[in-house]
């Protein structure tokens, strides 16, 4: 098995677009850093991509916010306590001020909660927040929130949740996104589309003091001309998305790698409703076909790694299972048993976006032991229109990446196997309650005996055969220090320059 996938598992292509014009020298006073893509938006209310909340993370604060170690820890909320399962109240500090010299209020934090939540407002991060119902100011420095039903999850998710002068958003409406302004260690400068994002250091940042005076974004889509930029000083830090460019650059006298696991998880989910997948005995057989190993050391060069079941060791609520065990002969004989004959098709639907180095040897492993996979590739808006559609056309196999960014096995398990959620192709009454009494419950302790319990039923059922754990790389120049963290975010304040 391992032989014969030889050539299918090489090296990438890397394939190239232009870049916009390189940046001036980078140095300790101008941090350049070069971005995949242009951010979609710098309202943190419109937008939640990579590169756009790379930028505007550092413009804004957060009601709370994780630490390295990804505990939750306070920012604009100093502590907070629940008042009832339903309600939880927050104290405000009162010595931040925004970026126009105006204080941060309760009244700012309630607004933000307000205009996040409005249906009307079309955040594409709705349903990140949608469980609070009520927000308002209850004192001097103090602000209630209330939830349909208890949710634990919520503090995970208010670490996301900007804050956003309410005179400035009410004055400017949709000019907000072009003129920024938050409470965050840097200030928005400047913007040319597509060329870059000019910021500039917050000296009066109740933090302390920015580790960087001027900082500019630039998009640089091609990741040979990022690593360039890099290696010859004309950007500071990049993104690497190529485990093979990663494992290169880790011998680069010039630079340095940082890379971490994330909370996201990559699967091969499998359609309980649809096909031939609809046998569970099918659905095991095929977790005994998938060789993690080789995709890993192969592939990915040994970044990533493997879990067991559809969630990280980053999220709450994880508990390790038994692995299934790569047996091509078992995956075999159970195909026979379950009456599948050899060339039986199954359709494996995919995206671009993906690697599809991972697709193709996931195809290659399932003929092996005897299907005929058919691969149906779709750009991204119909994958994710099509995997959330009904169970004939959301493909017997896929490709699948999730993370929720809230490090909660509720972000994960909840929109992937709860029989309520468009994107399951799963159902089973026993794992639904445990979903939902890990939703609807504040005692850690009967949330994490759910899911354990909801996990070893879903590992029976084999909805998904995990396969590992994702994680964020970047390539920088040596006098950066940065630690990336499992929720991918990219915190300037985080960094140094050590000469």
């Known amino acids: 098995m391992r032989r014969s996938m030889g050539s299918l598992l090489g090296a990438a292509l890397l394939l190239g677009t232009l870049t916009p014009m390189a940046p001036a020298r980078a140095d300790a006073n101008l941090f350049v850093v070069d971005l995949a893509t242009d951010p979609a938006s710098l309202d943190p209310h419109l937008q939640w991509d990579p590169d756009s909340y790379a930028v505007y993370r550092n413009v804004f604060d957060n009601l709370l916010a994780r630490d390295v170690s990804g505990k939750i820890v306070p920012q604009v909320a100093t502590s907070w306590h629940y008042d009832s399962p339903t309600q939880i109240s927050f104290e405000i500090r009162d010595d931040i001020r925004f970026q126009d010299g105006t204080p941060l209020t309760p009244e700012d934090v309630v607004f933000s909660v307000r205009r996040i939540t409005d249906p009307a407002f079309?955040?594409?991060?709705?349903?990140?927040?949608?469980?609070?119902?009520?927000a308002e100011v209850t004192g001097p420095h103090t602000?209630?929130?209330?939830?349909?039903?208890?949710?634990?999850?919520?503090?995970?998710?208010?670490?996301?949740?900007?804050?956003?002068?309410?005179?400035?958003?009410?004055?400017?409406?949709?000019?907000?996104?072009?003129?920024?302004?938050?409470?965050?260690?840097?200030?928005?400068?400047?913007?040319?589309?597509?060329?870059?994002?000019?910021?500039?250091a917050n000296d009066t940042y109740w933090r302390g003091k920015p580790p960087f005076p001027r900082v500019e974004m630039r998009p640089v889509p091609d990741e040979s001309t990022r690593i360039a930029d890099v290696r010859t000083g004309r950007a500071d830090i990049t993104r690497l998305l190529s485990t093979d460019n990663a494992d290169q650059l880790r011998s680069d006298a010039a630079m340095q790698v940082f890379w971490a696991p994330t909370e996201r998880v990559t699967l091969l989910m499998l359609n309980t409703q649809d096909g031939p997948t609809r046998d569970p005995k099918v659905r095991e057989a095929i977790a005994h076909a998938i060789d993690r190993d080789t995709?890993?050391?192969?592939?990915?060069?040994?970044?990533?790694?493997?879990?067991n079941v559809p969630l990280t060791p980053a999220s709450f609520g994880f508990t390790d299972l038994p692995a299934y065990g790569y047996d091509p002969d078992k995956a075999r004989a159970m195909l026979r048993e379950a009456g599948v004959a050899p060339g039986t098709a199954i359709s494996f639907l995919t995206s671009p976006v993906f690697d599809q180095r991972i697709v193709q040897a996931l195809q290659q492993m399932l003929v092996d032991v005897g299907f005929d996979a058919k691969i149906s590739t779709v750009d991204a808006a119909n994958y994710l229109r099509l995997r959330q559609g009904r169970p004939d056309e959301a493909g017997q196999a896929s490709y699948f990446r999730w993370s929720c960014g809230c490090q909660d096995a509720d972000g994960t398990l909840f929109p992937l196997f709860h029989?309520?959620?468009?994107?399951?192709?799963?159902?089973?009454?026993?794992?639904?309650r445990l979903l939902e009494t890990g939703r609807n419950t504040l005692d850690e302790g009967a949330r994490q005996a759910a899911y354990r319990t909801a996990l070893e039923k879903i590992h029976a059922d084999v909805p998904a055969v995990p396969l590992f754990q994702d994680v964020v790389m970047f390539a920088a120049r040596r006098p950066v220090r940065f630690q990336p963290t499992a929720n991918e975010s990219f915190s300037l304040m985080e960094m140094r320059w050590v000469p």
Do not use: C, H, M
């Open 143 to 200: 602000v209630r929130l209330t939830t349909r039903t208890a949710y634990p999850v919520l503090l995970a998710q208010l670490t996301k949740l900007s804050i956003v002068p309410k005179a400035v958003v009410e004055r400017e409406g949709a000019n907000f996104n072009a003129q920024p302004v938050g409470s965050g260690p840097y200030r928005f400068v400047s913007r040319t589309q597509g060329v870059r994002v000019e910021l500039a």
């Open 419 to 432: 029989s309520s959620s468009q994107w399951a192709k799963y159902s089973d009454p026993a794992v639904d």
């Open 295 to 307: 995709i890993i050391e192969a592939l990915l060069r040994g970044y990533a790694k493997p879990v």
């Open 122 to 134: 079309r955040s594409p991060q709705l349903s990140q927040f949608d469980q609070i119902t009520a």
